[in-house]
């Protein structure tokens, strides 16, 4: 992967999502799969409309290009619905184009005709969040020859033929949870880790566990023991917390740190520590609700906070432009292993939460609002660490 971080001058129209974001969700959860806001018992005060639905829209009454963003689910993270929905319409609206957007509702099948529909209905632009990336490779070789062009978005497909990539750095991602679990576990010689890692369906996954395993690699090397090391399909948080009591059983009740790959299974983790009276650092990504009052808690170590309005800024830009025959302009690229090639991509910048670092930039950014986190037994951490 070329090091450089591709901006396309997104910064614009990340501010106008950000402010846009202020009024929205208060879980803005990736792709990766977090638990939906619900879960951490705060509501979603975001734009949601039926998820099954499309939300169509542009300027100029239907008469612009239409662009396709065909969403995963609605199980798996709150992000689809809260955030990426309303603002990657609203940006197509803005340009005067008209955006077809669709959930597939965790469906492969629904997915696969979804994206059939909106290449014989006209759309030249595809944003696609693929369920998994066979599917999403599938829908990419139909859009190929139909000459519609297609966005990985947030999840790159491997084996596909998408013309361009929008996502975070994922394996820094990864890195980013592997060093803050070595700072929570601190200098203790044979600490034991279990790993709960995302659905191995879902790239992203295999790239956050090599991002945290090249961390970790080191210390098992000098001591520590993995004691478990179990992927989570389709990022399910009660598989992950069935799993991970197995993986602790098993690991006879032992162990000193967690690396859980986002917000939802680190809630799992947590919840199973708790019924097991062991308090141990557990790892996290999204920075949830849930997850952020987790670590005002002092039960979760870190989640790595990807801005979702950056995400959906850069896809945006990169439609637009597709959309109206310009050329984005994008150099970086991102090796696809399986289809032996380079994508090219947009890959932005990730931030990892802790009470030490970056604790208030979600708030900051419009991403979460304290209300929902500082709520009851919260209230009183959320002084003490200065959000507001």
Request: glycine share 12%; hydrophobic share 40%; proline share 4%.
């Amino acid at each position: 992967m070329k090091k450089s971080v591709e901006r396309v001058a997104i910064l614009g129209v990340a501010g106008a999502f950000a402010l846009a974001a202020c009024g929205g969700s208060s879980s803005p959860s990736d792709n990766s799969g977090a638990a939906p806001a619900t879960s951490s018992g705060s509501g979603s005060s975001a734009p949601a409309p039926a998820a099954s639905g499309s939300t169509s829209s542009g300027g100029g009454g239907g008469a612009g290009t239409k662009v396709g963003v065909l969403l995963p689910d609605t199980q798996s993270s709150a992000r689809w619905e809260s955030f990426d929905r309303p603002l990657l319409t609203k940006a197509m609206q803005d340009a005067g184009l008209v955006a077809d957007v669709q959930n597939a509702q965790g469906d492969t099948t629904k997915q696969e005709t979804i994206a059939q529909a909106m290449i014989t209905s006209g759309d030249k632009v595809i944003i696609l969040a693929a369920i998994n990336f066979t599917v999403g490779a599938q829908i990419e070789a139909q859009a190929k020859q139909a000459g519609v062009q297609v966005i990985d978005y947030d999840r790159l497909n491997l084996g596909g033929s998408a013309d361009y990539y929008v996502s975070f750095d994922n394996v820094k991602v990864g890195e980013e949870q592997g060093t803050a679990l070595v700072d929570c576990v601190g200098d203790k010689a044979d600490a034991r880790i279990i790993e709960v890692n995302g659905d191995p369906g879902d790239y992203n996954a295999t790239l956050f566990k090599q991002g945290y395993d090249s961390v970790l690699d080191k210390k098992y090397a000098a001591g520590w023991k993995k004691v478990g090391d179990q992927s989570i399909p389709k990022w399910d948080n009660a598989v992950g917390g069935t799993t991970f009591e197995q993986l602790l059983t098993k690991a006879g009740n032992k162990v000193d740190g967690v690396v859980a790959a986002n917000d939802g299974l680190g809630n799992a983790v947590i919840t199973v520590l708790k019924k097991a009276g062991i308090k141990a650092p557990v790892t996290g990504q999204d920075g949830t609700v849930q997850g952020i009052q987790n670590i005002l808690a002092g039960d979760q170590c870190v989640s790595v906070y990807k801005p979702v309005q950056a995400e959906a800024a850069a896809a945006a830009k990169l439609a637009i432009a597709l959309a109206k025959g310009e050329d984005p302009g994008v150099t970086q690229t991102l090796n696809d292993p399986q289809g032996k090639r380079d994508v090219k991509s947009v890959l932005l910048e990730s931030f990892p939460v802790t009470l030490k670092s970056n604790l208030t930039k979600p708030f900051d950014d419009g991403a979460l609002k304290a209300a929902d986190v500082c709520k009851g037994s919260y209230a009183a951490l959320c002084t003490k660490y200065g959000i507001k």
